[in-house]
């Protein structure tokens, strides 16, 4: 089970538009996290209801000043589209392009 989900979480951080436009580890961590927080249809967090910041900030260690920059990254790379950082949450959705890289929440 492990060489699979390292194997996956490799083609997650290795994707193509966020190694071409030369995004941070910090942006490549949120990547990944997001690709774990989707329902089936690429909404964020469970039935779209986006990512809650407190379960954000266990998961992927940034500031909350750094969130908007990342998230705005991942736009820029065409990895994530309607996003949206609330004071709670963070909503939007990931393109169809990644949706394959996915594992979406039950």
């Given amino acids: 089970m492990r060489p699979k989900l390292s194997g996956w ?3 997650v951080v ?4 966020l ?7 910090g942006t490549r961590l949120l990547a990944l996290t997001l690709a774990t927080r989707t329902s089936a249809s690429g909404q964020l967090g469970p039935n779209g ?4 910041l407190d379960s954000l900030a266990t998961l992927c260690p940034v500031g909350p000043g750094e969130l908007q920059h990342l998230v705005d990254q991942l736009t820029a790379a065409d990895w994530l589209t309607e996003a949206a950082v609330t004071d709670t949450y963070l909503t939007g959705r990931l393109t ?3 949706l394959p890289l996915t594992c979406p929440l039950p």
């Fill in 19 to 25: 190694r071409k436009a030369k995004t941070t580890a």
């Fill in 14 to 17: 290795s994707d193509k538009k």
């Fill in 49 to 52: 209801t986006g990512v809650a």
């Fill in 96 to 98: 169809e392009r990644v």
């Fill in 9 to 11: 979480a490799q083609k």
